[in-house]
């Protein structure tokens, strides 16, 4: 019995570690350039009210990113394709890692968002 306590205790922080990586839902995207977005400490769900769609792209005001987002580098989906996604290393345009917008036909903030 205690062989068996031992052991788990042993085994414990590795079991923690790779649960901790899987949860992670921002791992493996990618940006349309072929770039990784990074993960959980460079990318977040935008709050409601953080984006505002304008012509050529997007306006974005958050405490994680603010500027001007062109279309050519929004992507649908990501981790929820209902919310705006925003991966960044740094303020300005060279910090932005990757931007995901809602997919067509999906809820965005109790309002369905269509294709434009």
């Not at 981790?79 to 990757?98: I, K, M, T, V």
Request: with cysteine.
């Amino acid at each position: 019995m205690i062989i068996y306590r031992a052991a788990f205790i042993l085994l414990l922080p590795l079991l923690a570690t790779n649960l901790s990586a899987d949860t992670d839902p921002y791992r493996g995207l990618m940006n349309r350039q072929g770039g990784s977005c990074c993960g959980g400490a460079d990318c977040a769900t935008l709050p409601d009210g953080a984006v505002k769609a304008v012509p050529g792209g997007y306006e974005v005001r958050s405490s994680r990113w603010s500027g001007f987002i062109p279309n050519a580098k929004a992507q649908d989906g990501g981790p929820d394709p209902s919310r705006y996604h925003l991966c960044s290393n740094a303020q300005g345009p060279g910090g932005l890692l990757c931007f995901y917008i809602p997919s067509p036909g999906v809820k965005l903030y109790g309002k369905v968002r269509s294709v434009s």
